[in-house]
């Protein structure tokens, strides 16, 4: 039997793709939570194929019998992930979402980059997607859609589920914002609005939101609040989903949806690398932006499940 090792850290985004990739693997994995301490702010070509960065109590898991595959994600986890190959004296496979930087490029046995990150480069050991991996899938939303009956129902249709973030590196995600975020969701014309905010939203947006949406008429969710976030609710319940563009973790998990997916990204607040992963979205007829008048009808995007099928190419012979 395969074994597999995933590696997770405190970011959710990653956290949401490697597990995307291993569920969808369909196979038995091990989650090896890693936490870091100072020295992970070391560059990676310094860190190397060591655990140098890598916190005492977590060093402790990362112990022989050696998998056969371990998934990682993120530059943080690379060195990682190489240390675990050199240590089995090169056996265990590497399958790295996102781009790790130079050091140790080629000791990946898969890179999975996303085609917004403009790579150009021939490496045999690259593959590239549309939009992030994630956990969405059919099965999954049929799942919260039965989970959260009893919250949603009673909301009328057509429901419009909000799905709001935070500021990017260009701009802060300001009042104004929320207010145009406001009113272009109510030109939907919502029967019901569904809303749920993230760590990284401010509290000035959240308090314009509640005071625009009708109270009768909204379910919010606050980060924060007692009782589970709904958010994958959301993305079952909702017959129309308005997604802060952000997030390119939060965009593509919407565009799994089989709904239309409206995208709020206001000129100038995107970098270049978000603006090129919209504007894939929405020529490929996942999303449209939110104001501009046009309505993509959905499809379920999911990379997850592209990704896997290719591990499952490349390595079979070597992890059955």
């Known amino acids: ?78 060195p990682v992930a190489r240390f675990i190959k050199k240590s089995s004296g090169n056996k265990t496979k590497i399958v790295q979402l996102m781009n790790p930087g130079a050091a140790g490029f080629s000791e990946a046995d ?33 799942q919260e859609l039965e989970k959260w009956r009893s919250v949603f129902e009673k909301y009328a249709s057509p429901r419009v589920s909000v799905i709001v973030g935070g500021a990017t590196k260009q701009a802060p995600f300001t009042v104004d914002m929320a207010e145009r975020l406001a009113s272009d969701v109510l030109f939907l014309n919502p029967a019901s609005i569904l809303v749920t905010t993230s760590r990284r939203t401010p509290k000035e947006v959240v308090e314009v939101l509640k005071k625009r949406f009708p109270k009768e008429q909204t379910y919010f969710y606050e980060f924060g609040n007692e009782g589970e976030n709904p958010y994958f609710g959301l993305l079952a319940w909702g017959t129309k989903i308005v997604v802060t563009g952000d997030s390119m973790s939060m965009c593509s998990e919407a565009c799994a949806s089989g709904v239309p997916v409206f995208i709020f990204a206001p000129p100038g607040t995107m970098g270049k690398k978000h603006m090129r992963f919209h504007q894939e979205l929405v020529s490929s007829g996942y999303a449209s932006f939110l104001g501009s008048g046009q309505t993509a009808f959905g499809g379920s995007l999911n990379a997850a499940a592209d990704v896997a099928e290719k591990i499952k190419s490349l390595f079979s012979s070597d992890l059955s």
């Open 1 to 78: 039997m395969t074994k597999i090792w995933v590696l997770t850290d405190d970011r959710m985004g990653n956290i949401s793709q490697v597990l995307g990739v291993a569920e969808a693997l369909n196979e038995a994995y091990e989650r090896k939570e890693i936490r870091y301490d100072a020295f992970v702010r070391l560059p990676n070509f310094l860190r190397g194929r060591t655990l140098l960065g890598v916190a005492a109590q977590s060093r402790t898991q990362l112990t022989a019998p050696w998998p056969d595959l371990v998934i990682a994600a993120g530059r943080r986890l690379y």
């Open 110 to 142: 898969l890179i999975v980059l996303p085609m917004h990150d403009g790579y150009r480069g021939r490496a045999q050991n690259v593959m590239q997607t549309l939009g992030a991996p994630h956990r969405v899938t059919r099965d999954r939303l049929a």
